[in-house]
């Protein structure tokens, strides 16, 4: 044989007993401590999956408390309180959307003791801010971790930025293009068809002169949030959903959507019915799609009202404990009524 093929045979057998070595040595002995900073959601399900008939995928809505809550139990926590015979763990990262839960859901083995799951479905997701939000990068490279590839694959898609990664700024231009351009189109009138103008309007004037600054600065935040119409066609949260439901669907898990509270009480004081009418709108076009997909809505949009809610000069998701009991409690009952378990006797209770 050749001496310089000979030479060629011996570097490249040299190079995969490298290759299978790193990857071996990776996932023995570094893969689950990186799994657990990099990638918490794929981490707590390697464990969670076998303990639990059903899990909670949500985000920072699971776990706020509010300073004064004496009961700091999370959502998913009262959740599984209130289901007896049956068991539920939630998996929470904050700022997740579908997008992050849909690799994890994926993961979830067949042979495991899950046979359902509770996905939230946060109503702002769907719109610009999110979609384009600066936070993406981060997001996108926590995903490279929670593919099916090798872990040593994955991590190195991670630190190699195989990846989309998006520009902050780019991410930027693009969130106020919508606002200025995307037409809002209702069969009543709007004396404003964009978010843009929509927020140019004079809002809460002063005696004299002026206006409520902190008032207008917060409704603007809502009119952002909020005035949006779902496109089915083209919105990636949808894409993202769509393709939840065709993964349970394969996995034979019973799939639950659970349509987060939002502040529509002062979405209505703040700016007005008509604001409110994109968010019931948006959220009942949640409900019909999904439902007609297979899936069970949970349709929990005006269930808390608002002062239980988090932050009080920022949209949000966050709830003290009445708030996240009501959650919890509307769930849970819904789980109660579909799920094997529920004909032994509920012990639903407020806190």
């Not at 991590?155 to 990664?165: G, S």
Request: proline share 5%; with cysteine.
């Amino acid at each position: 044989m050749n001496i310089l093929v000979r030479h060629i045979i011996y570097k490249s057998l040299a190079m995969v007993f490298t290759i299978c070595l790193s990857a071996f040595v990776y996932k023995r002995i570094y893969w689950i401590p990186e799994l657990k900073d990099q990638g918490p959601m794929l981490y707590n399900l390697s464990e969670y999956q076998w303990h639990n008939d059903l899990l909670y995928f949500g985000e920072s809505s699971n776990y706020w408390v509010a300073p004064e809550d004496s009961d700091k139990r999370t959502i998913s926590d009262m959740i599984n309180d209130s289901i007896p015979g049956m068991r539920l763990s939630g998996l929470q990262v904050p700022a997740y959307h579908a997008g992050m839960f849909l690799p994890v859901i994926k993961r979830i083995d067949t042979t495991s003791r899950v046979r359902g799951i509770v996905v939230t479905m946060n109503l702002r997701s769907f719109g610009k801010p999110w979609i384009y939000s600066t936070q993406e990068n981060a997001l996108m490279r926590a995903r490279c971790f929670y593919g099916d590839h090798h872990p040593l694959y994955n991590r190195m898609a991670a630190a190699l930025q195989f990846y989309k990664n998006p520009d902050p700024e780019e991410q930027e231009k693009k969130m106020l293009h919508a606002f200025e351009f995307d037409t809002l189109k209702v069969n009543f009138p709007l004396p404003f068809n964009t978010v843009k103008r929509w927020c140019e309007q004079e809002k809460f004037p002063l005696p004299g002169g002026g206006e409520d600054f902190p008032k207008r600065v917060l409704a603007d935040h809502y009119i952002k949030a909020y005035a949006f119409q779902i496109d089915t066609n083209t919105n990636v949260r949808i894409k993202d959903f769509d393709e939840i439901v065709k993964v349970c669907k394969q996995k034979n898990l019973k799939l639950y959507f659970n349509i987060l509270s939002e502040n529509v009480a002062w979405a209505d004081s703040l700016v007005g019915r008509e604001l409110v009418y994109f968010m019931r709108t948006n959220a009942q076009l949640l409900q019909e799609r999904y439902t007609r997909m297979g899936a069970i809505v949970i349709n929990n949009l005006e269930a808390v009202p608002g002062e239980s809610f988090g932050e009080k000069t920022w949209t949000t998701e966050h709830y003290d404990q009445r708030g996240r009991m009501i959650v919890a409690m509307n769930v849970a009952k819904v789980l109660l009524a579909n799920e094997p378990a529920n004909k032994k006797k509920s012990n639903l209770r407020r806190h």
